[in-house]
């Protein structure tokens, strides 16, 4: 069942992001499962919204990714992220 995840990350910047996700993407793999992402500057940090097609995909990304992240000086998130169970979801067009 699909998930959607909604995480805060306080304090995190977009250049923090940028750098993370360009060491993520010599790894495609790792987003094995994700259907969506998006990230979100505010005043506080960043906000991730990621659509995942389960829960268990979502957590073995988070499982390889965290350890990369910390390797950045990312702190560890206060809480584990917002996960909803997604009644439906599609793409336009697809």
């Given at each position: 069942m699909a998930i959607?995840?909604?995480a805060v990350l306080p304090g995190v910047t977009v250049d923090q992001y940028d750098a993370l996700n360009a060491r993520l993407q010599q790894t495609p793999e790792i987003f094995?499962?994700?259907l969506s992402h998006a990230c979100a500057p505010?005043?506080?940090?960043?906000?991730?919204?990621?659509?995942?097609?389960?829960e268990e995909q979502m957590d073995?990304?988070?499982?390889?990714?965290?350890?990369?992240?910390?390797?950045?000086g990312?702190?560890?998130?206060p809480?584990?992220?917002?996960?909803?169970?997604?009644h439906h979801h599609w793409v336009p067009g697809a």
């Open positions: 959607l995840v909604h094995a499962g994700c505010t005043d506080r940090g960043l906000e991730i919204f990621d659509l995942w097609a389960s073995a990304f988070a499982g390889r990714m965290m350890p990369i992240a910390a390797e950045f990312w702190a560890t998130a809480e584990r992220p917002a996960v909803l169970r997604v």
